[in-house]
């Protein structure tokens, strides 16, 4: 047993630090697709002070650390590597408060979202933060990688619903701010910093959510555009005639529909081939779900919808819901796959499907390929698939993929982050300038680079 | 002449360099009511490469640099220290580019805060920051101190707002961002930490927006509740029952109304005395004007409002606002005042609000003391005025008041910063651990502690 390991095991215990066998497989791995490794030891503190004194130990034998949260990255940042101690929060877990006054919720960092979303409703409130791992992600990774998902539209990244942080330094100091004021401009909103830092920073521990009122219900269509303008044409316009009430605004491209309908199994919506399926879903208002209904046939009568589907019951909503949620399935048939989460500017988007249509079957007539995802946000996934997918292939894929985002001035993370998978590649979306920032803040935070070493930078 | 002044003359040339009386009187002062002082010169840059050059000079001569903007903070910011060179973004100026499908706006650093509203409005969009000095402040200084103002319960703080920026650093480097997107997880978010730290950790010369549907139409009403209770009773109602299109939300306290409706010159608004008045506005709906008299009647009928004025035209809303704009007028009938901008959790408001009652009579039955803001975002004003004011007494307020909002878990600065005049305060809002966190970012980004130098640290 190493010494750093002996000085946890004297200072937390056994029941805190597990080593060998002691170590649970899901510790081993996050969804990123790497190698499972088993980290050189496992560290379960139950309380802030657990997790100060574990990094203060960690810190004074310059042994790395990585922090776990509900393993559901999928950009490598809570996967250990060889010689690295895991840090895992699942024992922290819990919502300490609900404060329906102010209209915030406290939680320990390890609480799964599931969990908070739940507190929240339960209150008469809700969580802005929404994502397909709801059940097993926790609540700190989510900030500590600034989560997005279904709802930025309305509600913002992961970023927007933080309220107050109590963090964990490198040295194991602890620095709180359980803030539940819309407004704080009492000096640095040092808060920020570990928001989307991937846990190269410090440990999230302790956090603030500002909740918000519940819909009163919701309405949800399928529409079928002929391409990324209309669909822009028809989310301003739903901009403008329901303020603040649209919640989701999800594109699906042909390549996409065709799979999930294919391979998929799922119905055709509709009778004929569209370029881009719209997945949109608008709060109930005072106007009545005949607002709603009004709308979409004056789109149409515009022709800027092709067709249009109203979802009429829970059975309707699932259902076209099931398209979107296909890519949970891609495992089953789409063999070797790579995803990508990128963003392009939306003055852009019409160049990017246009490339990857393009280019993909130029190099490789035999692949498979999607884009779909939160349109509105600027955000797409893209999947390319293809059987016999080598390293080789596997890095030309991601070179015409990104030399796309690149040109087009877009970001090679929207939502998932860096972590290891992407960090070959981050000076695509990053100056040198940039780069050097973030050094300096990392230098200044972290010295001995002992927190997540070799994510984000 | 020092040399710093000839470097930067034969740097720049003498159109961007001035000294002495050269120097307007603009420069000498910002709206914190310190005394004014003349700055040993003036930087007056045209582009990023000046400002880049300046810093660069002033860098190597270890010359502390002041920035300025429109000149309206409140918090000393601005205001030059004797020996600090002004470095003024007021010619730095324009809206460069509205990029209409992303709902972008781009604009120099010193653009007054009115020119990017118009520009946006021209477009058909809008831009979510607001407050009183649209006229004279300039984006770079509503970023620079994370502006608050008018909408934030709509919008957000001016972060919320903020997509890219492009900044100097102290040693003359320039980063740039100027990120379209509204997703963009690829690394840290540096553009973060230069939100609100004022100017302290590098100069903002450029920055992205991201612009917001326009409202149709805006209704208005002035309500009038029993306390505060009451008052939250009505806001969550019309979170629930307008979702997104609540926009104003502000409270007007009795003593507030009072001076309004007596020095003030307004006349009363209601027939009887109230003990907290409400100025809501909510963007029109499809479900038109209707809906917000007949909301307001429900509140009404229940008990939780006990008077209500909505407005049929623009003269009544210009009326309405009067009585939450009177504070401009204060300096023509309240001799000698403190304004105070804390934040206090609504969970804590009605307490700080009877504690103000009590202990400012109590030590000074003279007195005048109003409290009224942005309730719906914790955010409120709270004057002091009095005859024969003295620094002792300005103190011995200012610490009533800061007790009051220490007791409660509240912040010195809601939405103005710290600049020189709260600085003392700080660790009132601030833990020891906070304070040399922020210590360690600003020996990161700017060690010789040339920015700003004694503002917020």
Same mark, same amino acid.
């Not at 028809?234 to 294919?262: C, H, I, N, Q, S």
């Given at each position: ?65 990585? #922090?776990? @949260?509900?393993? /559901?990255?999928?950009?490598? %940042?809570? +996967? *250990?590597?060889?010689?690295? !101690?895991?840090?895992? $929060? ?109 846990? #190269?920073? @410090?440990?999230? /521990?302790?956090?603030?959510? %500002?909740? +918000? *009122?519940?819909?009163?219900? !919701?309405?949800?269509? $399928? ?235």
């Amino acid at each position: 047993m190493s010494d750093v390991t002996s000085a946890l095991l004297a200072a937390l215990g056994p029941d805190r630090v597990r080593v060998g066998s002691d170590i649970p497989v899901r510790n081993h791995a996050d969804a990123s697709g790497l190698t499972p490794t088993p980290p050189q030891a496992l560290l379960l503190p139950r309380t802030t002070d657990d997790v100060a004194a574990a990094l203060r130990i960690c810190h004074e034998h310059g042994q790395p650390v990585v #922090t776990q @949260g509900g393993m /559901t990255g999928l950009a490598g %940042g809570a +996967h *250990p590597q060889t010689g690295e !101690i895991a840090l895992s $929060l699942e024992r922290m877990t819990g919502v300490e408060e609900i404060d329906e006054a102010s209209g915030t919720l406290t939680a320990l960092a390890g609480t799964p979202l599931a969990v908070i979303q739940k507190a929240a409703e339960e209150a008469g409130l809700m969580c802005g933060i929404d994502l397909g791992a709801r059940g097993s992600c926790t609540i700190g990774g989510n900030i500590a990688t600034n989560a997005g998902g279904n709802q930025v539209l309305r509600y913002g990244m992961a970023r927007r619903n933080v309220l107050g942080l109590e963090v964990v330094l490198a040295d194991g100091r602890v620095v709180r701010s359980l803030n539940k004021m819309l407004k704080n401009n009492a000096g640095y909103d040092w808060t920020q910093l570990f928001i989307g830092s991937e846990g #190269t920073l @410090g440990v999230v /521990t302790r956090v603030v959510l %500002g909740l +918000h *009122p519940r819909p009163q219900g !919701i309405q949800t269509a $399928l529409c079928a555009v002929n391409g990324f303008p209309a669909a822009l044409k028809v989310l301003r316009a739903l901009e403008r005639r329901f303020p603040g009430r649209l919640l989701v605004f999800e594109g699906m491209w042909r390549e996409f529909m065709d799979v999930a309908t294919g391979p998929g199994g799922l119905a055709r919506p509709f009778a004929a081939d569209h370029d881009l399926c719209l997945l949109i879903e608008v709060a109930m208002g005072e106007d009545g779900p005949d607002a709603f209904a009004g709308f979409l046939s004056e789109v149409y009568e515009s022709g800027a919808v092709e067709d249009a589907l109203v979802a009429q019951s829970e059975a309707d909503r699932a259902k076209f819901w099931a398209y979107r949620e296909s890519p949970y399935e891609y495992g089953r048939y789409l063999p070797k796959l790579i995803g990508f989460d990128v963003s392009i500017p939306l003055a852009r988007m019409p160049e990017a499907i246009e490339a990857l249509r393009q280019r993909i079957p130029e190099r490789w007539p035999d692949a498979v390929h999607v884009a779909f995802g939160h349109i509105a946000d600027s955000n797409i996934h893209v999947t390319v698939a293809r059987q016999g997918m080598d390293a080789a292939t596997y890095r030309s894929i991601e070179g015409v993929v990104y030399d796309i985002v690149a040109e087009l001035g877009g970001s090679i993370s929207a939502e998932h982050g860096i972590g290891r998978n992407k960090r070959p590649y981050l000076h695509i979306s990053r100056t040198e300038p940039e780069l050097a920032l973030m050094a300096t803040i990392k230098q200044a935070l972290d010295p001995r680079g002992l927190l997540n070493p070799g994510r984000v930078l």
